[in-house]
């Protein structure tokens, strides 16, 4: 969970706590208890989110790792081949085969 959301969870968490245990005040301040509903219904929705990101964070860097160890394969095996020709041919001929190499 990011730390800004998790910050204002607290935050809202204990305002709602806090309002809870001293009722009459809270209402004599003006807050409804649809109010407080409402804001303990955004935490949830906010905790979902957070948990949903994560999850989606998590599979994207499995997802990232993959296609590193992909083009890490690709560069090695594109190597393989360039050196390959490389070594038969003349520079002369590397540019037939796709290599634009000079030296």
């Known amino acids: 969970m990011y730390q800004i959301f998790k910050d204002q969870l607290e935050k809202s968490k ?8 001293n009722q009459r005040l809270g ?3 003006g807050v409804e208890e649809s109010v407080l509903q ?3 219904e955004d935490c949830k929705r906010l ?6 990101i994560d999850k989606l964070r998590d599979e994207m860097q ?3 790792d993959e296609a590193h160890k992909a083009l890490n394969t ?3 095996r594109t190597l393989t ?3 390959a020709v490389k070594s038969r041919y003349d520079q002369t001929w590397w540019i037939k085969f796709g290599i634009p190499d000079k030296r």
């Open 62 to 64: 499995k997802k990232s």
């Open 74 to 76: 690709l560069k090695s």
């Open 38 to 40: 409402k804001l303990e």
């Open 81 to 83: 081949v360039k050196k």
């Open 47 to 52: 905790e979902t989110l957070s948990a949903e």
């Open 14 to 21: 204990l305002i709602i706590s806090g309002v809870k245990r």
């Open 27 to 29: 209402r004599d301040a």
